[in-house]
């Protein structure tokens, strides 16, 4: 008896069949605490009142309207892209390249702003900009997913290696063709008129990003198209067997997917930058996977999800300033938070099994 | 004699849930012998190998080993007892060669590829085997991959060896390479197993013949003392009575006619071969076959799903007009009002739509349907609420995710789906397979009932007592050619058997 005992592993995996939903809830903010008190940790160790910390980042991030409106202005690339990427990864179709599909609007949009600005009034300018960014945001994510409509290519590598392409354009572009004054490796300002309206503060990228929430809310759950998307996503052969065109399915889907990307580009570009240089998309294409997959691809979890982000990104920022804490400080920091709050995903679908006691299994075994 | 007994198991029991996979089984394999485990799909042969490999354990009886008792736990332990399993699904490392393939796993192995491929060369020239250690596994073809599951057993210092169905993919050349291979390892005192339900090679290479059906243990029988005849009725046993009902409808016509069709798998594999029926409307045509046999293919060849090589398949119209089929897109087919609905053996995983509900499910059918780029959502909800009601599908709602219902429930989604759309032709593969009795009976009833409103229905299915009652004609698949096609009503059990393991039947086989 003994002997077989050792076979039984300590602890081991069993997926759920379902749970409780206030359970679910339960677990969700179960691991935000965690999360919080284990970031208190790192800052222990530097030394700090980790009380003190988290009451800099709050208020940091939230304290006065500059700093509400300065938090507001990193969500809203966050939040646009998180809605770019989430009928793709509904589709399971692993598009990690809104980084470059930002890129490649940002440049779209950055050459009517640099040689239209004296042609045309400014919101037909703007218009322009943004017709144009959404098309090279979208054959920036057409490309890898024709490659994988036809040849069946692996699409995250795809569209990883397009990032790096589309950004080495840029640096191209800053140091050549575009360049400012000569050898400033600088591409100049936008003028005015090809600056997006401020609206109650706040550069007016934050309507848009909402006018798309909805938007996408509607096309993923209501039309034609967000239901391909799904059943895609559940099985292709399904989709298949439905007389689906899976290919063209995903073309079309990475095509708008890209162009919401590439509206973001423009909305970075025209609304915060007023410039374009290589580091236009600034980690948003990563950070807003982040993003689509805490708020489980709801169009209207993001608003929250990316706020919760950018308050932890702005807040530490400050924490940086005020406490003298490094950089990487917070970033730890962040970096816990995201942990626990994704594998607390893992309790919800899996449980953990563990080895009955010895004196159990003698029980059960007379 | 009895130092001849390599293993030997006795009273194996083997339970999956409520599925009684092995039911007591007793079998002897000896050294120097070649042992065919004989039986149709699902009797057990795999489950009560793999508790000799160490992927299961049993539940009751006990494995011995030269008189002495064994346990195995893992595949480890398994080797260490001199004991390879061949899967039937290779279990090799692709972008390795079949050199790293070999020693993959072994701890105490000095990573020396010279003394690798040394021993690899012995073990080669010993059994007539060709084999290139260097040589990437993405690179092999089937046989290959094979060879090298073999040498990798044979490494690791096997003596008994366990084939499960080596040949299912092997091209007839190949076979005869493999049995020389297998004939040598006889000579050399190995013990080996093959799993298998082709009769001609269970006459062509084995010793002794070992039967299963349906988990219990029928006997075995000396090869040379035994005929292809009485090895069919031990497989499939006599015929049970089932008391499906099963009317005849007067005024059957031609719905499907399809002519010398041919499929080809991506690796080059025949799945079909010239095969030629017409399916009637108001009659069940059963499809019987070994698994494997192109059912899969034929229906999903005649639904567009596969892509056809040679052949026609041509659909009848109620007004006696011909449209050919071949080439058309599932989508196609549909929009040139053809009414045909399909019921595939993998229901959630192309059936289905797992994550959503019913309503979502029913969605599948009609989601193209209507103009502009939104979803109509309220006659698919009144089909999914109709489909619920009639067919007493056990769900909270219609929105609940049909993966999460019961294998019964799941199936009569999916039926009702197929059937609400009044097709002209459905088709259905392995439909009761999982089923509990009832609905089982539920669905054998909604077929019929299609078939008296003159639906041309076809029935993939496995178990022969079914096929039997519930059809009126029965197609036999063997190696994707069709072996015949039999009266349902006055054929036997016997007769379909042997048909399903030679092309042609016993009068064909009388003539060879």
Known sequence: ?366 | MNSNIAIEMRGITKRFGKVVANDSIDLIIKKGEILSLLGENGSGKTTLMNMLAGIYQPDEGQIFAEGEPLTIRSPKDAYECGIGMIHQHYKLVDVFTAAQNIVLGLKDEKLDLKTINSKVKEICDRYSFIIDPSMKIYDMSVSQKQTVEIVKVLYRGADILILDEPTAVLTPQETEKLFTVLRNMRADGKAIVIITHKLNEVMAISDEVAVLRKGKYIGTVKTCETSPQALTDMMVGHAVTLNIDRPKYDSQFPRLKVEGLTCVDDEGITKLDGVTFTAKGGEILGVAGIAGSGQKELLESITGLYPIKQGTVDFVTDEGKEKNLVGLTPMQIRKTGVGMAFVPEDRLGMGLVGSMGMTGNMMLRSWKKGKGVFLNRKSPEELAKKVWDELEVVTPSTSFPVRRLSGGNVQKVLVGREIASLPKILMTAYPVRGLDINTSYAIYNLLTEQKMNGVSVIFVGEDLDVLLELCDRILVLCGGKVSGIVDARTATKEEIGFMMTTVGGKEAADVQ
């Open chain 1, 1 to 366: 008896m003994s002997s077989e005992t050792v076979n039984i592993p300590f602890v081991r995996l069993a997926k759920r069949e379902s749970m409780d939903p206030r359970k679910v809830w339960a677990i969700r903010i179960g691991s935000i605490v965690i999360a919080i008190l284990l970031g208190m940790l790192p800052m222990f160790i530097t030394g700090n009142n980790p009380f003190k910390a988290y009451q800099i980042i709050i208020s940091g991030a939230l304290g006065k309207p500059i700093y509400i409106k300065q938090t507001i202005k990193i969500a809203i690339p966050l939040l646009g892209c998180a809605l770019a990427i989430a009928p793709c990864f509904k589709m399971r179709f692993w598009n990690i390249g809104a980084e470059g599909q930002i890129t490649a609007g940002a440049i779209a949009a950055s050459y009517f702003a640099l040689n239209w600005y004296d042609k045309v009034p400014s919101f037909v300018l703007l218009a322009i900009m943004f017709i144009a960014a959404t098309i090279a945001g979208g054959i920036w994510g057409l490309i890898p997913a024709f490659f994988k409509a036809k040849w069946n290519t692996n699409e995250t590598l795809f569209t990883l290696m397009m990032n790096y392409i589309i950004i080495g354009i840029v640096s191209w572009l800053q140091g050549g063709p575009w360049e400012g004054r000569k050898g400033s490796q600088i591409i100049p300002m936008f003028n005015d008129s090809a600056r997006l309206p401020v609206v109650f503060g706040i550069h007016c990228g934050w309507i848009i990003v909402l006018v798309l929430v909805i938007l996408m809310h509607i096309y993923m759950n209501y039309t034609k198209h967000g239901y391909e998307i799904a059943v895609i996503g559940d099985s292709e052969n399904t989709a298949r067997y439905a007389g689906m065109n899976v290919g063209r399915i995903m073309m079309r889907t990475m095509f708008l997917s890209g162009g919401i990307c590439g509206i973001i580009g423009f909305i970075v570009v025209t609304g915060a930058n007023h410039t374009l240089y290589n580091g236009v998309a600034n980690g948003v294409g990563f950070t807003s996977i982040t993003v689509a997959w805490l708020s489980q691809l709801n169009a209207f979890a993001m608003i929250l999800i990316s706020i919760m982000l950018a308050i932890l990104t702005k807040g530490s920022n400050t924490l940086q300033t005020k406490l003298k804490v490094p950089a990487s400080i917070s970033d730890i920091v962040i970096g816990i938070l995201l942990f626990c709050m994704l594998s607390c995903e893992f309790f919800i679908n899996y449980k953990l099994i563990f080895r009955p006691r010895k004196t159990e299994i003698k029980e059960a075994s007379v």
